[in-house]
């Protein structure tokens, strides 16, 4: 990298993305270890987008956050289970999770305690997308939500 940016440039392993998402499902912890306080995940998690914001969003070419998304601290929030795109983030209300930029994709749902990470890391091309190349993996993401939400609980 050319310059040290926040949101770039993150390297990790599958077991460490997996803790991260599995946090947002312990109340802060990840097998009995302590990474966030409550309160800190709830500033996470809560949307801090207002009504305004979320409607301008359209003009900025991300108008799920308007029909059923909030964003929190460094996550999409489902604010409206009906109206959340599922592949930014469905589950729930109060799923959260997020479509990284070159495919590492995520969300974890409190509501059926689930966490779902897809990590392909390419860029999206829309000449693939045009031809259905990659369709399955999306459709895949919501057969997901739809058996997750299936189980009991």
Same mark, same amino acid.
């Given at each position: ?20 998402? /599995? ?14 306080r409550p309160e800190t ?41 009906? /109206? ?60 997901? /939500? ?8």
């Amino acid at each position: 990298m050319a310059y040290e940016s926040g949101g770039q440039g993150l390297w990790s392993t599958l077991d460490d993305y997996l803790a991260f998402a /599995r946090m947002f499902l312990g109340a802060g912890a990840v097998d009995g270890v302590r990474l966030l306080r409550p309160e800190t995940l709830a500033l996470m998690t809560t949307n801090h987008l207002s009504d305004i914001q979320r409607a301008e969003s359209k003009l900025l070419g991300m108008p799920v956050f308007a029909a059923g998304h909030g964003f929190g601290m460094g996550v999409a929030v489902v604010l409206n289970s009906e /109206r959340a795109e599922p592949l930014l983030c469905g589950g729930g209300v109060g799923a959260v999770g997020w479509p990284g930029g070159f495919g590492g994709w995520w969300q974890a749902d409190p509501d059926d305690v689930s966490v779902l990470i897809f990590l392909a890391h390419n860029t999206i091309e829309l000449d693939q997308l045009a031809k259905g190349i990659g369709l399955g993996v999306y459709e895949a993401t919501i057969q997901f /939500r739809a058996l997750a939400s299936a189980l009991p609980r």
